[in-house]
């Protein structure tokens, strides 16, 4: 089925945070973006019946493709820190990005998603008083 890969150290590359490749199905021209930038060093997370895995928002990670017949089962849980809002971003054509999330949030009045909604973004943790 293929683990999840990392790439090291790629979290600190200066320009991931503008990076949408989540749909993007040609791993080998995504593979060309990644080594122009040097040497790239891939780690495979092999994690074993309950484990997890955790990692930076802007590490580039991924999967290759499986071929074992089998569906392969994952579960994302993304975790944000307290003052989480909406930002409005654009990518190079100026379409504003759009992520699941969004669709999740109930709308603020100016139109943009509310994260602040505690039944469907609940905090995990808060800092003791």
Not at 20 to 26: A, E, G, I, V, Y
Not at 43 to 72: A, F, K
Not at 94 to 101: A, D, T
Not at 103 to 114: H, S, V
Request: hydrophobic share 30%; charged share 25%.
């Amino acid at each position: 089925m293929g683990p999840l890969i990392y790439i090291n150290g790629s979290h600190a590359w200066p320009d991931t945070e503008d990076m949408r490749t989540f749909q993007c199905k040609n791993l080998d021209e995504l593979e060309r973006r990644f080594t122009n930038r040097g040497p790239t060093v891939k780690i495979p997370m092999t994690l074993r019946r309950g484990e997890i895995s955790m990692h930076h928002c802007r590490l580039v990670h991924g999967s290759g493709p499986n071929i074992s017949g089998q569906s392969r089962l994952a579960f994302a849980l993304h975790l944000q820190d307290g003052p989480n809002q909406y930002c409005l971003r654009r990518n190079e054509h100026e379409i504003p990005w759009h992520i699941y999330l969004d669709d999740l949030a109930p709308q603020r009045e100016d139109g943009f998603p509310d994260y602040t909604d505690p039944s469907i973004f609940p905090a995990l943790w808060r800092q003791p008083q």
